[in-house]
């Protein structure tokens, strides 16, 4: 006979037990992300949405917050300070910080835009050809737009010199109709993103605008990855893995049918221009996203060689204090299997 003392300790231990195991299943059940974007709710941003709405998150055990970001060299402060779990950031940011507080940095984990998307715009009668001709003249950009903090290594590969350039800040909302303007000679940015909110303020770019793209000046560089704090990474390696996996699917949908990702951003924000929202997913898919890499490695992973260079390319032009690894910056251990990722973007049309 049991003691009726031990009896219900018994009990109390199958109770715990069940409670235990019941917590469990919930915790598994729905890790917490929170993550910030690199801009506004707009049409890129649909391939996110996507996975979301079609409940691949949820699949993996997964409860995803997304918040609109302000700018891609934000994310990385954001992601690292603790505000999120993850980003969607300019590894060349992280690269920086990596460099100066190691311990601090987060880690790249899935690289979307593997071709450098970096600009100074001018009007297209403009006497500025190439950034020879920055100098002596205004440009004007956003604080923590991923251009403008990459315009001391744009001046030390094409060896003008920045201090003598003015840069004026301003509201990333002003950018195009300040440069229209004449209040600036030139303004940083992404090119997709100048060419969309151009036409959205009436602008035609290819008729008004020229682009002097930084890729066509040395500086190959990667720009926006999923970026995931080292807390996150350690804390929850599956979930890491769970995340990349449905992203992936989201991607591969919105490749696949863009116009459905544009329903999922006009969701969450009712007043985008849809059709001008499918030509900038469409622009980015193509631009962004479809360097000739992505045929050998599949989207999401890098090339170390050429990650190896832009960072040397970052420590020398930004005289940085150590040269990280490159493991340091990617890793790519979450990924989904090549097999599963897209080595052709050819979106429908």
Sequence with gaps: MIGHHAFRGMQ????ALAFTTGA????????????????????????????????????????????????????????ANGAYDM?????????????????????G?????????????????????????????????AANDGALKLFPALCATARIDCSKVEIVNMQ?????????????????????TIRFSAKLTGVDPDKQLRFIKFGDYGMDLYSNAIIVSRK??????????????????????AIADPQAAIDAVATREPLIKPAIERARLDATLADEMSHPEIAKIGLGDVSDERMTKAIDILVKAKELPRTPATSEIFDRSFLPPASERPTAIRPAM
Excluded: C
Aim: without cysteine; proline residues 6%.
């Design 232 to 253: 996150f990474v350690k804390e929850h390696p599956e979930a890491v893995k769970g995340f990349l996996k449905a992203l992936n699917h989201g991607i591969k949908d």
């Design 87 to 107: 980003g969607f950031g300019d590894i060349n940011a992280l690269i920086e910080l990596a460099a100066k507080k190691p311990d601090e940095a987060p880690v």
């Design 24 to 79: 469990a299943a919930a915790a598994q059940a729905d890790t917490k992300i929170k993550l910030v974007l690199n801009w506004k709710y707009e049409g890129p941003q649909g391939m996110f949405f996507l996975a979301q709405d079609r409940g691949y998150f949820k699949q993996e055990g997964l409860d995803v917050t997304f918040d609109q970001g302000n700018g891609s060299g934000a994310a990385v402060p954001q992601v």
């Design 109 to 141: 984990v899935f690289m979307l835009y593997n071709r450098p998307p970096f600009t100074v715009a001018v009007k297209a009668d403009s006497p500025i050809k190439t950034p020879a001709d920055f100098v002596g003249r205004k440009l004007g950009g």
């Design 172 to 192: 990333p909302s002003l950018r195009e109709q300040m440069l229209m303007q004449g209040q600036v000679d030139g303004v940083f940015g992404y090119v997709t």
């Design 12 to 15: 109390a231990l199958a109770l």
